[in-house]
């Protein structure tokens, strides 16, 4: 009895208080009070436990509380917890940026910090228009792909493809020219359209191989390197959005590894310290760095946060990259990659499936309605209720399933998981 008060009352002060993220409230399910983490699972007042197979949000690499981020952040609290980054520095924040460029590819060489992923947008579009303009140049289009998502602040939002989350909003975002990805067959056409834009242009923003929030729709890395190289050859920025792609997602360490073209700036965030704490980065050239450097401050780039390279955060971060580089988490990760391609198969000869993909720990499809996509999709919210009835956590984008679990997840949990989507496949048959 205690229990069960307890949730109800945790749920009733929760409402009185707090607006939660993409939820209308008014029509929202009563929330689910969670208590604690442990690996796959999170498990909530009642003791009812859910397999996480979406990382929540997509940025929980190794599995909640785990017990070496955990005690790493606990030896740095007692340490140094925060300071101002703009005069002082502090080992974690150096250490952090000389392992993450080693990883990088060679022409990224200075790491600017922040808080999130859309922030860490936001600093990579100003360093590009910035960019042009200490140098007396008026650049300032960007291209986008259509379909884009790289974040919720105003920025990242005007790079975004246009839609009811950014309508309310529209007559103040900056212009965007957007194009299709890439494919043997429009190539071409996207090389002339740029071409006719390229000495306007301040940057070529991207989110390379996998769109997520658009619904994990997925392109070819050559046909993105053919566009990257031409972009290269106009003289435009490109920068790389692996906020989502990064840290093993796409089966290895970075999509930019899928990739022989370099993009200019590189963002992340998610899986950056393990899904521990909230962090963005933005790496850049030193071609870019060089173009700020001046006698004349007003040059300078003036962008900063209060919490820029928290030393837990940075910490945090460090713990997580040790993680993912053992043998270990890339032998999972390759196991993950294989029993996804082999459940896929499976998948498409399923009636009410169309369009599996994947690639790494990804795996996604639409679920067949005779309507389209749609994030608003109503099959959505049935799905979502089915799956959190099984102990499953899942959030499909309308009607797209997929899957982003955390690297620890067992095979004999991924099957469980694989299984509960064929017999919910079958429940919603016509």
Known sequence: MNTITKEISLQQRDKAVNWHPYTQMKTADDIIPIVKGKGIYLYDTEGKKYLDVVSSWWVTLHGHSHPYIAQRVFEQLNTLEQVIFAGFTHEPAVQLSENLLKLLPANQEKVFYSDNGSTAVEVALKMCIQYAYNQEKKKTKILAFKNAYHGDTFGAMSVSEKSFWTRPFESMLFEVVFIDTPNAENLESLQTQIKELANETACFIYEPLVQGAAGMLMYNAEDLNQLMKFCREE????????????????????????????????????GLTGGTMPMGITTCSNEIYNAFLSDDRYKTLFHGHSFTANPLACTAALASMELLLTNETQMNINRITHQHSEFAKALAFHPHVEKVRQIGTILAFDFKTGNGTSYFNEIGKKLYNEFLQRGIIMRPLGNVIYLVPPYCITSEELDFVYQNIMEVLDQFRD
């Open 235 to 270: 003289g435009i920025l490109m920068v790389q959005d692996e906020v989502f792609t990064g840290f093993g997602r796409t089966g290895k360490l970075f999509a930019a590894d899928y990739l022989t073209e370099k993009p200019d700036i590189m963002c992340f965030s998610k």
